[in-house]
């Protein structure tokens, strides 16, 4: 129970009380004056109805009072409630939304990652191809170099082989040092 109601009963219980109590003075009757007219009644009497009335009165606005908040209280549950499924609605589409950004950004740049590495790897191959060239030139220009400098070693060696000729040594480099 709440304090305030656990007190109301309290006080009513003690009205209930001292009026059991006394209540042959509360009933006996003397002269009453209401302004316009005298009457004889019981003055105890009348303030333990008036008191009684109020009372009533009292938990009656109280009462309704009480049903006005638990129905505004309803109602904003309701409308909290809304507002919630809402918000979590907006919420569930803006994440709906994000994913599908989130998808075709990746899409895009898985595309976007192919074309580079094709056009990557196109640029390696046909860089590869260059340098296969190149290299199968620089072959062709040694082995001709070679080629060449064998014929004349041996003209050479024809030349100064003679019979007629002295036979003098021939210094030949090494491989490593001919500059070609």
Do not use: C
């Amino acid at each position: 129970m709440r304090p305030r109601f656990l007190l109301l009963v309290i006080a009513i219980l003690l009205v209930a009380g001292f009026a059991a109590l006394n209540w042959t003075e509360i009933t006996r009757t003397s002269p009453l004056n209401f302004g316009l007219f005298y009457m004889d009644g019981a003055p105890g009497a009348i303030l333990l109805s008036l008191l009684a009335l109020g009372l009533i009165v009292f938990m009656a606005s109280s009462a309704m009072l009480r049903s006005r908040m638990m129905t505004t209280e309803n109602r904003f549950t309701r409308d909290l409630q809304t507002q919630r499924d809402l918000a979590d609605k907006a919420e569930a589409s803006r994440f709906t939304e994000l994913r599908q950004h989130l998808d075709t950004h990746f899409r895009e740049s898985r595309q976007r990652e192919s074309v580079v590495n094709t056009e990557f790897e196109k640029a390696m191959l046909q860089s590869h191809r260059d340098l296969r060239a190149q290299l199968d030139q620089m072959q062709q220009a040694i082995t001709a170099r070679f080629g060449e400098l064998e014929n004349r070693m041996a003209s050479r060696a024809d030349r100064e082989f003679t019979v007629d000729a002295p036979v003098r040594p021939v210094e030949v480099p090494p491989r490593d040092r001919v500059k070609l």
